[in-house]
């Protein structure tokens, strides 16, 4: 056939008007033809995407916190908590996903999470850990660059376009993922009192937060509303988004001690009931959140309310050594990539953590201890030309890096 008489064989159009003219075994398509059926495959796809959507083998509480102590040590309470919290939420979705016979079907709310604990602790790997457990998309948002949407600084719906990204823009599972607003303390308001003025970082954000949490179709520009303002919008419905917020709520022991003390007057009280001083956070309520400065609805739409407690030498000592990615399994793991030997003594683990303890630094202040006293071995040793089998640090080498460095002059009061 000459090229006067080839034509699409889906529109019609003769080779003479068509840009490109794709030949296969007995027929022709253009170029129009094949956008338009990519076009097509597409769509087609997504709706099958938003049909299918995506499951996995939801395990129980007892299961999910069996995973987190592999990882995370200590905090059993906050582990309880996540695990039945988490539990009940993916047992809620896949109850939605079924359809109702009956007319008079209970329908149950969603329960986020909100994490108190001093920095350190664990409530990012906490989060973090349970994603990684189900095989949903995970992304974390910081909560101290979010401003009211107007001013410099990010949306609160930018959160959400990070969830699309860690999905791979599906949004069919990224509407099953989790959420965790780390610093959600910094978006308290400044004073108990609403401002007649605006407090762009404090108490604009929570009310902006308040329809992603509660669960509602929200328009996602998913490569950011300012930067692009003509983008096309995803909608992504928040209603099985579960989010768990988390912050260290620094000087909050303060007013738990207050409400406490205002409870303790009176007869009728169990004097027998001893108070510990040393960890007011497991005496944290709703009503300490709202006095440092959450508004209600927000305290409202985060109804599941835990602490983790502050690490103490036995737990710094065990976070080194015993879960399945410790610090000094990962500095043994790097040193075998050069063919050595790391051998650790007991003493310089001790070491460690009373440096740790020292400087107030809580679980990331083992690493930069660590850092400091592997430094000059990790520098020297890959460029040696005979470089030893075996490399055994002691506590004498380990006084001696310390020293030698400016970190050793950080003193806490």
């Known amino acids: 056939m000459s090229k006067e008489n080839k034509k699409c064989s889906f529109c019609g159009r003769d080779a003479s ?14 170029e129009r033809c094949v956008e338009q059926a990519g076009l097509i495959v597409a769509e087609e796809k997504s709706l099958k995407g938003k049909a299918n959507i995506p499951s996995f083998k939801l395990l129980k509480p007892a299961e999910i916190k069996k995973h987190l102590d592999q ?45 108190v604990g001093e920095t350190g602790t664990g409530k990012t790997l906490l989060a973090r850990t349970i994603a990684r457990l189900l095989q949903v998309p995970f992304c974390i948002a910081d909560a101290t660059v979010l401003t009211e949407a107007g001013y410099v600084g990010e949306d609160v719906e930018s959160i959400l376009a990070r969830l ?117 956070l497991q005496y944290i309520a709703p009503q300490d959140l709202k006095s440092f400065g959450l508004i209600p609805e927000l305290v409202g739409r985060l109804p599941v309310l835990t602490y983790l407690n502050p690490l103490d030498r036995e737990v710094l000592r065990a976070i080194l050594t015993e879960p399945r990615n410790s610090l000094i399994k990962q500095y043994v793991r790097l040193f075998e990539l050069d063919n050595i030997q790391l051998r650790i003594e007991d003493d310089v ?26 430094l000059d071995a990790m520098f020297e040793i890959p460029s040696s030309a005979k470089p030893e089998k075996e490399f055994r640090i002691t506590l004498e080498y380990a006084t001696k890096k310390l020293s030698k460095n400016k970190m050793s002059r950080l003193k806490v009061a």
Do not use: W
């Open 71 to 115: 990882y995370v040590i200590g905090q059993d309470d906050a582990k309880k908590v996540l695990s039945v919290a988490v539990y009940n939420h993916y047992k809620r979705i896949g109850q939605n996903s079924v359809k109702k016979d009956k007319a008079d079907d209970v329908e149950i709310e969603k329960s986020n999470i909100i994490m």
């Open 164 to 280: 699309l990204q860690v999905a791979d823009y599906d949004v069919a599972s990224a509407e099953r993922g989790i959420v965790f607003i780390d610093e959600v303390d910094k978006i308290a308001r400044k004073s108990d009192n609403p401002s007649i003025t605006r407090d762009v970082s404090g108490e604009g954000v929570q009310q902006a937060l308040l329809k992603i949490l509660e669960g509602s179709v929200v328009n996602v520009p998913p490569q950011g509303g300012r930067k692009h303002p003509e983008q096309k919008m995803i909608q992504v419905n928040t209603q099985n988004i579960l989010f768990v917020c988390g912050g260290a709520f620094d000087g909050i022991e303060k007013k738990i001690a207050s409400r406490i003390q205002a409870n303790a007057i009176g007869y009728g009280v169990n004097k027998s009931e001893q108070i510990d001083r040393d960890n007011m």
């Open 349 to 374: 683990l001790d070491f460690v953590v009373d440096k740790a303890i020292e400087f107030k630094l809580g679980a990331r202040g083992l690493r930069s201890i660590c850092e400091v006293i592997m």
């Open 17 to 30: 008007q068509a840009e490109m003219l794709i030949s296969g075994v007995g027929a022709h398509i253009c």
